[in-house]
């Protein structure tokens, strides 16, 4: 929109470099042009703006295919005012001299133009194409003939319009066909997950075996080894025993042979001292027997007084030395 500018009776108007001014004064053109500036009258001037700069369009509309479906193509039309004169002449940019304000709607009429005209070439490609088809090749397809059939409408050129380029973002099919549609796929992607989760879980279940088999593996490696170690036990404990009892065989043994040895000894001893007592006895008795009886008397008497305990005094009374020395002298008579 143009800037106006309000001055003793008088108007400034300054332009945009993308809006294309003409200005009539008294049926005659007066300025014609891009970014203009200039001073007029209101009341003997007729302003026109035209935009000459690229605009986009988005549209949806609906159309159907050749099995009866209803699909929705969304688009966006990219185009120009290419004749800004011609333009003015075939549609109404007038502005308002005092507030630069259009008079009419210009771009709405063009919208619907371009809406119509896109949305007819569409629908002769969609009435031909299955639901399938539209679907998966309609896109490229609805592009190239709106393209090709709004840059073959006589009626963009007469009108000073020029298409720059043309998009499809989208053609999708009702809700309940679109759900329906897609129900095979998820059931396949729901098939290829659940194929997945089994596999996972078969991987899981044959992880989890080889782990129990390598822990019952490792139990009766552990018990194995186990039953090994009680019968080296075993085998050391009975080989203790029998160490045992044959040091303790020859450790008896040895006490029984010293045992032996020491009662020869002792024998031996007692037999060696009673020959020498029996030696010593019968050499006594033969010294004894070849003795006079009075001597051996005397040796008696000797021997017994060795015996006797210590005698301090003795008191002999008349009849016990009368009674001595009368055995004395009867002892002695026989061998005088």
């Given at each position: 929109m143009a800037d106006i500018i309000k001055r003793f009776g008088w108007r400034h108007l300054r332009a945009a470099p993308t809006a294309h001014i003409r200005h009539h004064r008294s049926g005659q053109l007066t300025h014609d042009g891009p970014g203009l500036s200039f001073w007029f009258r209101p009341l003997a001037a007729a302003l026109s703006e035209v935009p000459v700069d690229d605009r986009e369009l988005a549209m949806t509309f609906h159309a159907r295919t050749v099995d009866f479906q209803d699909v929705a193509v969304q688009a966006t039309v990219t185009?120009?005012?290419?004749?800004?004169?011609?333009?003015?002449?075939?549609?109404?940019?007038?502005?308002?001299?005092?507030?630069?304000?259009?008079?009419g709607a210009p771009l709405e009429q063009l919208?619907?133009?371009?809406?119509?005209?896109?949305?007819?070439?569409?629908l002769e490609v969609l009435a031909r194409t299955p639901l399938a088809a539209a679907l998966a090749e309609g896109v490229p397809a609805v592009r190239e003939r709106v393209?090709?059939?709004?840059?073959?409408?006589?009626?963009?050129?007469?009108?000073?319009?020029?298409?720059?380029?043309?998009?499809?973002?989208?053609?999708?099919?009702?809700?309940?066909?679109?759900?329906?549609?897609?129900?095979?796929?998820?059931?396949?992607?729901?098939?290829?997950?659940?194929?997945a989760t089994y596999e996972r879980r078969a991987v899981a279940v044959e992880r989890e075996r080889a782990i129990a088999e390598?822990?019952?593996?490792?139990?009766?490696?552990?018990?194995?080894?186990?039953?090994?170690?009680?019968?080296?036990?075993?085998?050391?404990?009975?080989?203790?025993?029998?160490?045992?009892?044959?040091?303790?065989?020859?450790?008896?043994?040895?006490?029984?042979?010293?045992?032996?040895?020491?009662?020869?000894?002792?024998?031996?001893?007692?037999?060696?001292?009673?020959?020498?007592?029996?030696?010593?006895?019968?050499?006594w008795l033969r010294v004894h027997g070849d003795v006079d009886v009075a001597v051996?008397?005397?040796?008696?008497?000797?021997?017994?007084?060795?015996?006797?305990?210590?005698?301090?005094?003795?008191?002999?009374?008349?009849?016990?030395?009368?009674?001595l020395l009368a055995r004395l002298g009867a002892g002695q008579e026989p061998g005088a």
């Open positions: 185009y120009r005012i290419a004749d800004p004169g011609v333009a003015a002449e075939r549609l109404d940019f007038s502005v308002d001299p005092d507030t630069g304000v259009w008079r919208a619907t133009l371009l809406t119509e005209s896109a949305q007819q070439h569409a393209l090709q059939g709004l840059r073959e409408e006589p009626r963009l050129p007469a009108t000073g319009i020029e298409i720059v380029a043309v998009r499809v973002m989208a053609v999708r099919p009702e809700p309940e066909v679109e759900r329906a549609l897609r129900t095979p796929a998820r059931e396949l992607i729901q098939q290829e997950a659940d194929r390598n822990e019952l593996a490792s139990q009766i490696e552990l018990a194995r080894r186990e039953e090994r170690l009680v019968e080296q036990r075993g085998a050391n404990s009975r080989r203790e025993a029998e160490e045992k009892a044959a040091a303790d065989a020859v450790r008896v043994g040895a006490e029984a042979e010293r045992a032996v040895r020491l009662a020869q000894a002792e024998a031996e001893g007692a037999r060696a001292v009673g020959e020498a007592r029996a030696q010593a006895q019968a050499a051996l008397r005397a040796l008696t008497g000797t021997r017994l007084a060795e015996n006797l305990p210590r005698i301090d005094s003795v008191t002999v009374s008349p009849d016990v030395l009368t009674g």
